[in-house]
């Protein structure tokens, strides 16, 4: 809080440690420790948190970036990889995608953006319900600089253009997957200040999870991918309602504790549309 509150960080501590901070700079510092004292998470008071190397900005509009949802990227990169996409560092700027991959509830944009920066031969959608969210989606879109990333508001599969069903390769998602009794076990920090919208799905905690695994295929192209994010407890549930789907290989990776995180459904084969 201090090298955010002061302007100063790493090495620059050298050349700073002896200058007289500002009013400012002072009055800042105290309200900062002030929320923090309080209960406001860390990257809430910092006003923004690094996620795969990414320097994004985080306010109570939208989740905390987290470790897990780092490994959930991974996998998806992975999968990218799998499918042919080439993963490395942004291509000269003009160069045509070779294809489209969607963050489907993106909240601050960090699945994307990661997607963005790390698969340079990819167009990108994200979308969002929320127009909060959207709108902080849309700063760290224009402060990472990522030219290959569309933004759209709306539910899920209904905000993304008709024209891309059938198309999209990899479909990726951190969606809200936690049961409205369950609300009340989570940390204060979250329970207290994090979106309530974007954690709680509904009664049984996999209604946005199963939604995603019944309309996906028909989004997906030939082969295509969806990788979400979700509660250790719900793996077997979870990959029942991916095969029921149409999802011919269904497995769910662990994230860096060892608990189960990200699931992973391939398709195959044509599927029949359904109103998403």
Do not use: K
């Amino acid at each position: 809080m201090t090298e955010e509150a002061s302007g100063y960080g790493g090495a620059d501590w050298i050349d700073g440690r002896t200058v007289v901070p500002q009013e400012r700079a002072w009055r800042r510092l105290e309200a900062m420790c002030e929320r923090r004292v309080a209960g406001a998470p860390l990257q809430y008071v910092l006003g923004s948190w690094s996620f795969r190397g990414l320097d994004l900005m985080v306010d109570e509009r939208v989740l905390i970036p987290r470790p897990e949802t780092e490994v959930v990227v991974e996998v998806a990169l992975d999968e990218a990889v799998r499918l042919g996409y080439r993963r490395g560092p942004r291509p000269l700027i003009g160069r045509e995608p070779r294809g489209v991959v969607a963050d489907l509830g993106t909240g601050s944009g960090a699945i994307a953006l990661a997607l963005e920066a790390e698969l340079p031969e990819a167009e990108v959608w994200a979308t969002d319900l929320s127009e909060d969210a959207l709108a902080v989606a849309r700063a760290n879109l224009a402060g990472t600089g990522a030219a290959r990333v569309r933004l759209a508001a709306g539910s899920w599969f209904h905000a993304l253009p008709v024209e891309l069903r059938g198309r999209i390769d990899l479909i990726v998602s951190n969606p809200p997957y936690v049961a409205d009794a369950e609300f009340a076990t989570l940390p204060d920090e979250v329970a207290r200040y994090e979106p309530r919208r974007a954690l709680v799905s509904g009664p049984a905690g996999t209604e946005a999870l199963e939604h995603l695994v019944v309309h996906a295929p028909s989004w997906l192209a030939a082969n295509g991918v969806l990788v979400c994010e979700i509660a250790p407890h719900q793996a077997d549930t979870v990959t029942e309602q991916a095969r029921r789907a149409g999802f011919e290989s269904v497995e769910v990776r662990p994230d860096l504790t060892g608990r189960l995180r990200a699931l992973i459904a391939r398709r195959t084969g044509s599927v029949e549309p359904r109103d998403g």
